[in-house]
């Protein structure tokens, strides 16, 4: 794949994690058209890959705009001109909540950036998921992703979104700039690629 790269400084930790985030990850085969249909296939082992893109590589910016589970609108706008870290989930997904504590690990490690974290439940309705969040303690809201397709599409046009969890890093300029296919077993991964796209200059 075209400038896409996996990131030197994790790479050998990727690969560390990698063998028992394959065994958990909750694969799906064409998880574009699950978000469409809203069906729930289980759980598949996918495999854990990480990829960081080079900027001149890095397709459109994002362009999204969806409601989270206390009933707010979101969107792209919202977090113009910073790193945007947006991680793809459902309650019922085992790795899903296996890496939630990592995932807030890695908020509490960036806050002093100009970084901000968005949850997309892709399966289940806000009594749910504010459920799921009270249980691990999340501190970002999620859009509810079960039954609006705008949100769907505006991710799954962009990157192939082939497993859950799948966490994206959105650079400042609104592109994709890493992706995360499968649990996150060590914050550091996240915060590494974080950091490289908080350093970037436009």
Request: proline share 4%.
């Amino acid at each position: 794949m075209t400038g896409v790269r996996w990131p030197r400084r994790i790479a050998a930790a990727a690969i560390v994690v990698g063998l028992a985030a394959a065994l958990a990850a909750c694969a799906n085969d064409d998880l574009a058209q699950q978000y469409l249909s809203g069906s729930d296939q289980g759980f598949i082992s996918g495999d854990f890959q990480v990829q960081e893109t080079d900027p001149a590589d890095r397709g459109e910016p994002i362009v999204f705009t969806g409601t989270t589970q206390d009933g707010d609108t979101v969107g792209s706008s919202d977090y113009a001109g910073q790193v945007l870290v947006v991680n793809f989930w459902y309650a019922a997904c085992g790795p899903c909540r296996a890496e939630a504590p990592q995932l807030e690990k890695a908020v509490s490690a960036v806050s002093d950036e100009d970084v901000s974290f968005l949850g997309v439940n892709i399966y289940d309705q806000p009594q749910t998921v504010s459920s799921f969040m009270a249980t691990y303690s999340i501190s970002y809201p999620s859009i509810i992703a079960v039954d609006d397709s705008a949100v769907n599409l505006a991710f799954a046009d962009a990157v192939p979104l082939t497993a859950v969890p799948v966490t994206l890093v959105i650079d400042k300029e609104g592109r994709i700039a890493a992706r995360i296919v499968g649990q996150l077993t060590d914050a550091s991964i996240l915060t590494t690629l974080v950091n490289d796209a908080v350093a970037e200059t436009s």
